[in-house]
Nanobody, 123 residues
Framework: QVQLVESGGGLVQPGGSLRLSCTAS????????IHWFRQVPGKEREGVSC???????YYADFVKGRFTISRDNSKNTVYLQMNSLKPEDAATYYC?????????????????WGQGTQITVAS
């Protein structure tokens, strides 16, 4: 069973930065597309960024120019570098896969989710 684990969340001031990590056991992240989603209570989970098998990258419009997704194959880790954070970025962030190869992919196609890591953006 695929286990994805996110880390790196926390409290940050507006304008600050955080780096999220997504690691996996019994699963090689570089062999599949990995997607970051986020969700706030009462709202649907939304796609943030995705990196495909071939390294193709997707960003939602609301994070373009601020967030950067990357993958370190030697560490079996996908990162989400988040800069210039805004209060509206506060959410629980999840990494996910659908065991396929291209980006982006919809929430409904996800086959494995991490447990999520919470981001709070406040002064």
């Amino acid at each position: 069973q695929v286990q994805l684990v996110e880390s790196g969340g926390g409290l940050v001031q507006p304008g600050g930065s955080l780096r999220l990590s997504c690691t996996a056991s019994r699963f090689t992240l570089k062999d599949y597309a990995i997607h970051w989603f986020r969700q706030v209570p009462g709202k649907e989970r939304e796609g943030v960024s995705c990196i495909s098998l071939t390294g193709g990258i997707y960003y939602a419009d609301f994070v373009k120019g601020r967030f950067t997704i990357s993958r370190d194959n030697s560490k079996n880790t996908v990162y989400l570098q988040m800069n210039s954070l805004k209060p509206e970025d506060a959410a629980t962030y999840y990494c996910a896969t659908n065991n396929l190869y291209s980006c982006p992919f919809p929430v409904g196609s996800v086959t494995s989710w991490g447990q999520g890591t919470q981001i709070t953006v406040a002064s």
